[in-house]
């Protein structure tokens, strides 16, 4: 896994953290919070993980289990990313499996020290990563009922948005958001630049209203503090945290 490689590149701000210096393991406080959210008792999960490995065997063109994993565990950081529906947890396990046909570009070189993915702006990256984050967290714990993303703007140029093929997006916000159901609150954008409303038109028809209704651009870094305290946030960004955007992210 990415957390046990020896990380060997500089950066531009300080050496790449390791993953283990930013992520030590689902917070158990905040994963017991998802669970009593979505009402998730030992003994209904119990049986929910039941009826979801009896669902895959009898599914003849599904896997008949998971492969890398503590099975228990997956499955119940996959309940509660689908807040604990069992019906819901069926029908987006079946696109979860089929997903590497529907959307390959976003399961090929996934190493995040190879070249491909140290090349941020790629057409494939972006799904790449986020694919990657969540296979990451389903194994390891999911410890939230609802995430807060923070998009940094300040790098991008026009250009980058020509790289990000159509066809790739659509497919992406299609299928992806259902294999893996994310409940977003909040996306802020930080340092937008002056063609903002251009991309946001470029984005927008594949968003959800509830996705758009929920986005908020930032043109001071300032007004990020009312939504996400300090102690969350790089010391670039003004916060707390030991470390920069720039070393997490790499």
Do not use: C
């Not at 590149?9 to 994963?31: C, H, Q, T, W, Y």
């Not at 694919?131 to 194994?139: E, G, R, S, T």
């Not at 929920?214 to 009312?226: Q, W």
């Amino acid at each position: 896994m990415v957390k046990n490689k020896q990380a060997k590149m500089e950066v531009s701000g300080g050496r790449r953290l390791l993953a283990n210096k930013i992520f030590s393991g689902p917070d158990p406080i905040g994963r017991q919070k998802a669970k009593a959210e979505f009402n998730m008792t030992p003994d209904t999960t119990r049986q929910y993980i039941q009826e979801l490995k009896l669902y895959l065997k009898q599914h003849t063109k599904l896997p008949d289990h998971i492969v890398g994993v503590n099975e228990d565990d997956w499955y119940e950081n996959y309940l509660i990313l689908n807040k604990n529906d069992i019906q819901r947890t069926k029908d987006n396990l079946e696109i979860y499996f089929k997903l590497k046909e529907i959307l390959p570009e976003a399961y090929q070189e996934r190493d995040s020290y190879s070249t491909v993915m140290m090349k941020s702006f790629r057409s494939t990256y972006l799904s790449k990563l986020l694919v990657a984050m969540m296979d990451v967290l389903l194994k390891e714990g999911v410890d939230w009922s609802s995430i807060v993303l923070i998009l940094d703007t300040s790098k991008t140029k026009l250009g980058h948005l020509t790289k990000y093929p159509i066809f790739l997006m659509k497919k992406f916000f299609d299928y992806a958001w259902r294999a893996y159901p994310e409940r977003i609150a909040q996306i802020h954008v930080i340092h937008p630049p002056a063609y903002l409303e251009y991309a946001m038109a470029l984005f927008r028809p594949f968003l959800r209203e509830k996705i758009r209704s929920r986005i908020m651009v930032h043109s001071k870094i300032d007004t990020l503090y009312d939504y996400v305290d300090k102690s969350l946030l790089p010391s670039d960004y003004g916060g707390d945290l030991p470390y920069t955007s720039v070393q997490i992210n790499g």
